[in-house]
Structure formats: structure tokens, C-alpha cells
Nanobody, 115 residues
Framework: QVQLVESGGGLVQPGGSLRLSCAGS????????MGWFRQAPGKQRELLAS???????NYLDSVKGRFTISRDNAKNTVYLQMNSLKPEDTAVYYC?????????WGQGTQVSVSS
């Protein structure tokens, strides 16, 4: 059974940083594309960043240069380093992967950016 567990969210001031973690079980992250999504109240869930098995990364334009996705295969964990956070980054952040056509999501972690 595939399980994804996010952690690292919280309240941070504008301009601050957070690092989110996504620990997985039942799946080898190194073999699959891993992604970070977020969903703000009243908005659709959006893909922020993804990392492929070969290490290639992609980013949503609005987070490019501020967010970095990385992966530790030995720990089966994916990270999202978020710098220069803005109030509009406030959302629930989700880890995602897909295997054999089936999507798997974590429970989400809340990120709130406010002074």
C-alpha cells in the first residue's frame, strides 16, 4: 500500500522560508515522477514542481527561482524548499505520485504566510 506523508508546514512571515518533506512507503520514489501541488481556498489544485527519476525538474513560473524540489532516494523522501515566501503562497501543500495510472496523494500540510 502506497502512503505519502507530508510535514514541515506552518506559519511564516513574508520573505521567510520553509522546507516541506514528503516521506513515502510502498513505493520507490526513485522510479517515479514526484510532484508538489498546492490548493488555496476557493482555487483549483495546481502543480508547483516535479522531479523525474533522472533528476530533471520542472517548476510553475510563479515559484521558479524561489522553490526547489529535491529527492533523497535513500530516505525515500522528497523535499520542497520554499524561499522568499509571499502571502499568496498560503495554501495546503500536497505531495503526489502516480503508479500504473493510479494517483497517490498525501494528506497535505498547511502553509500560511502572514505578518
Amino acid at each position: 500500500q502506497v502512503q505519502l506523508v507530508e510535514s514541515g508546514g506552518g506559519l511564516v512571515q513574508p520573505g521567510g522560508s520553509l522546507r516541506l518533506s514528503c516521506a513515502g512507503s510502498g513505493i520507490m520514489f526513485s522510479m517515479y515522477v514526484m510532484g508538489w501541488f498546492r490548493q488555496a481556498p476557493g482555487k483549483q489544485r495546481e502543480l508547483l514542481a516535479s522531479i523525474y527519476h533522472d533528476g530533471i525538474t520542472n517548476y510553475l513560473d510563479s515559484v521558479k527561482g524561489r522553490f526547489t524540489i529535491s529527492r533523497d532516494n535513500a530516505k525515500n523522501t522528497v523535499y520542497l524548499q520554499m524561499n522568499s515566501l509571499k502571502p499568496e503562497d498560503t495554501a495546503v501543500y500536497y505531495c503526489h505520485t502516480k503508479r500504473a495510472g493510479t494517483s497517490f496523494w498525501g494528506q497535505g500540510t498547511q502553509v500560511s504566510v502572514s505578518s
